[in-house]
């Protein structure tokens, strides 16, 4: 839920999990705490700028990976590499355009130190990620998509790593009224071009982290074939990634504590009529990257003022997280 909408406030998660609003304010903390939600953060969405996802994949011949990974972070497109067994290495970015593809992919290449790389021009399938932000997109551009406005750009800013900031401070910080606020929030966000999304790191609470390379007969539906594997495995998090010039290709990555789950996975997966070979792969080691993406909305707000401590005392009220 916390995905789905990170602006959900406390009382809605309690009423929708029938818990208290103390207790979903608790297990927020901790799992903020040991690591698994890394905050919420704003951005304008990969769609709306027109952006070219892509992942670079393949076998990494370095001898220590985490100064390779130190590097991949210093080219303005990459946004996340994660490292799986036997030095494999998967390497996401937003291009601007479809022509800086070569360049970025000869940028992994050898600061990853792949001899033979796959590159895939990422895509959105329907039906084959859940409905919320995955890295970055959820989707095709809107055609009705209205131009961002520099009140648009300022309230991204003021969200940009608190996406949770309250309505009454947004509007302290862009100086304009709550109202006014509100009502561009939930145009950006009923269009599209504002993607408000909070990142997770599922292994620190206890899950793998898997990736599973499906590879279809010449005859397969990707799509028809994503959406079934899917719906008869149930993971903690799960979607499909296609690529638009890998046709009989499909990336499976799914999130699971549970071994026998993932095995009846690879097996039914691998006798499907459709699939010709499964790899699957553990990934141990994720980083994640700030973008020319993230640069974008760098819009001057006026700096929120922290409100003046006061000594409590017996009319007044705690304010509520």
């Not at 996401?92 to 001899?115: C, K, N, P, Q, Y």
């Not at 910080?173 to 599922?202: N, Y």
């Amino acid at each position: 839920m916390m995905a789905a909408n990170p602006r959900t406030n406390f009382q809605e998660l309690a009423k929708a999990l029938r818990i208290s609003r103390q207790a979903v304010h608790h297990r927020i903390q901790v799992l903020t705490d040991i690591g698994v939600i890394k905050g919420t953060i704003a951005s304008i969405s990969i769609p709306y700028l027109d952006a070219v996802p892509v992942v670079v994949f393949g076998r990494s011949k370095a001898a220590s990976i985490d100064e390779n990974l130190d590097r991949l972070g210093e080219n303005e497109s990459s946004c996340l590499a994660a490292v799986a067994g036997g030095n494999f290495v998967y390497v996401e970015g937003f291009l601007r355009d479809i022509s800086e593809l070569d360049s970025f992919a000869e940028f992994v290449r050898r600061t990853a130190e792949m001899s033979e790389p796959t590159v895939g021009i990422a895509r959105f399938d329907e039906g084959l990620a859940p409905p919320y932000s995955v890295d970055g997109g959820k989707g095709k551009r809107n055609q009705r998509y209205k131009e961002l406005s520099p009140l648009d750009l300022k309230i991204i800013a003021s969200l940009k790593d608190n996406a949770r900031r309250p309505v009454t401070e947004i509007a302290e910080m862009v100086e304009v009224t709550p109202k006014t606020v509100r009502r561009h929030l939930e145009d950006m966000i009923s269009e599209g071009s504002l993607c408000i999304s909070a990142p997770m790191d599922l292994p620190s609470g206890g899950d793998l982290f898997l990736i599973m390379h499906v590879n279809l007969r010449d005859s397969a539906d990707k799509g028809e074939v994503g959406r079934r594997l899917m719906s008869k495995h149930y993971f903690q998090d799960q979607y499909i990634r296609t690529f638009s010039n890998l046709p009989g290709f499909l990336m499976w990555v799914f999130w699971s504590d549970q071994m026998t789950e993932i095995r009846k996975a690879l097996k039914e997966t691998s006798q499907d009529e459709y699939v010709q070979s499964v790899m699957l792969n553990f990934a141990y080691l994720e980083r994640i990257y700030a973008t020319w993406r993230d640069r974008l909305p760098a819009v001057q707000t006026r700096p929120h003022r922290e409100p003046k401590t006061r000594k409590p005392h017996s009319g007044l009220r705690t304010q509520q997280p």
